[in-house]
């Protein structure tokens, strides 16, 4: 017989704890004697009755059965499928306490990982109206009994759910979303089943442009082949005014990638737009584009403040995607640099910079680690540099380059603290001193936070 791992707590025992704090994805922590149990969807300051559902050798996971003392945060997830869908983690408390808890885990985090203590934290900028921000759905499609669903993935499945409405996506996507699962059932088109690789339609894929109100809807198929093509795109168009723009993507791998390779425009044009600030954007079915675009802004003009432009900088934005920041910074900077490493992003941030008669902004495809240092031994330099990397932070070697180069302030986007704090050190201990940080609520509801920080070299 095996040993039984020695834990204070067993799976499927009951056990009354108190939640101390939360999660980086939004659930609740607690302790027994030290050990910690994660309990989806229970708050700070609750007591609660749970069952371990789970215990591994150094933590645990419970699930929320019984309430012995509720937060006042606490609130009615007002969407009906927020427990099953899963993209939302935070329904279930309100809205101020949610931007309060992304600000405490920015401070923490800040603290505990990179050692940063003495620096204000700013509120979380949040938004007036937290509801149906987004602007791009990618919906998948499958057959049921009964027809076609479009909706979201179960939890740890691959079942689809059907859903009438996501009540943080632009109403005109779920207009969408809801049309076309209609019309493609009414033409036959049968849905996409991965096991089995067959059916035709594999996902709809919305896009709005929120301060031009043009919408773009990409069917993603299976096959080239799309029975009744025609009469589809002009019941989509009869149906949906405001769609600019039809395409077909085609993905006729096995595979979790939404998009194939090739994609074909049905009706209309193969780009909507949009606008940010004073900067105008070209969206394709496949450019990335930030999907909160009031908040972009927000997020953009406190980074423009951050860089305290004066009309004579060289500045570098570095994970520059389309150029969004870039030509942002561009309208009050001497001359922008953006560098990226995708290459179709580069190609739309140079059309958008065309498409803006932006004529100081130049875009190079590459790795930022390896593509800056270049540019300092080109002997190109830089006043202020703007960073907005992935998930995993800054590369050493970019941060080791920034160093060298000595710019006169550094502006960090980051959307993820952890890597964030690491990065700050390296930066704190190369000789720059970090003045503010700002939290900007990019996507309520969920736990992602996005940070905006303004460094200056001592
Ligand atoms: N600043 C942009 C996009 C930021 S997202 C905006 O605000 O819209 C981060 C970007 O970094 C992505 O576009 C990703 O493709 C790019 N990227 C990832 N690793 C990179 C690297 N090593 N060098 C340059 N760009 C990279």
Known sequence: MSKQPKTPVQKNEIVEVTIEDMTHEGAGVAKVNGYALFI????PGERVKIKVVKANKGYGFGRLL??????????????????????????HMSYESQLKVKQKQVKDVL???????????HPTMGMSDPWRYRNKAQVPVADREGGLVAGFYQERSHEIIDMEECLIQQQANDDVVQAVKKIAQENGLRGYDEKSHRGTLRHVVARYGLMTGEVM????????????KQRIVEQIQAQLPKVKSIVQNINSKRTNVIFGEKTKVLWGEEYI?????DVKFAISARSFYQVNPKQTKVLYDKALEYANLSGSEQVIDAYCGIGTISLFLAQKAKHVYGVEIVPEAIDDAKRNAKLNHITNATFAVGEAEKVIPWWHAQGIRADVIVVDPPRKGCDEALLKTIIAMKPKRVVYVSCNPATLA??????????????EVQPVDMFPHTSHVETVVWLVRN
């Open 40 to 43: 989806p969807k229970a708050i």
């Open 66 to 91: 019984e309430h012995l003392e509720m937060s006042a945060d606490r609130v009615e997830p007002p969407c009906p499928i927020y427990h099953q869908c899963g993209g939302c983690q935070l329904q």
């Open 273 to 277: 737009y949009d606008s940010i600030g």
């Open 111 to 121: 603290e505990r990982i990179g050692k940063v203590t003495d620096v204000t934290v």
């Open 422 to 435: 690491r990065d700050l050190r390296m930066l704190e201990d190369g000789g720059f001193k970090t003045q």
């Open 217 to 228: 809807v990409v069917l993603v198929t299976r096959t080239e082949e799309l029975p009744n």
